[in-house]
Nanobody, 123 residues
Framework: QVQLVESGGGLVQAGDSLRLSCAAS????????VGWFRQAPGKEREFVST???????NYADYVKGRFTISRDNAKNTVYLQMNSLKPEDTAVYYC?????????????????WGQGTQVTVSS
């Protein structure tokens, strides 16, 4: 079992930055790929970014160049640095983990999910 806890969300203005953290406990974190997904009100959950256990990363086109995912295995934590935030980035952000090798962009690949952290970007 892996337990995931997100933090770092908040209310910011367009153009600001936030850094989300996903802290893991349980099994050896370095053996898991970790992804970030988001869900806005009335919309389906969508992929944001993911990092494989080997460090490969993937980004959705709508965040590429603005968001950066990284991991610190010593701290059992994955980060999502979000710059140049836009109102359309407003959503609940979830981190998720699975033991596969690749940086999967599909939510169905992930076995463990956090409770989410709210990000609100005002215009």
């Amino acid at each position: 079992q892996v337990q995931l806890v997100e933090s770092g969300g908040g209310l910011v203005q367009a153009g600001d930055s936030l850094r989300l953290s996903c802290a893991a406990s349980g099994r050896t974190f370095k053996d898991y790929a970790v992804g970030w997904f988001r869900q806005a009100p009335g919309k389906e959950r969508e992929f944001v970014s993911t990092i494989a256990r080997g460090g490969n990363t993937n980004y959705a086109d709508y965040v590429k160049g603005r968001f950066t995912i990284s991991r610190d295995n010593a701290k059992n934590t994955v980060y999502l640095q979000m710059n140049s935030l836009k109102p359309e980035d407003t959503a609940v952000y979830y981190c998720a983990a699975y033991s596969g090798r690749s940086a999967s962009t599909y939510s169905r690949s992930y076995d463990y999910w956090g409770q989410g952290t709210q990000v609100t970007v005002s215009s």
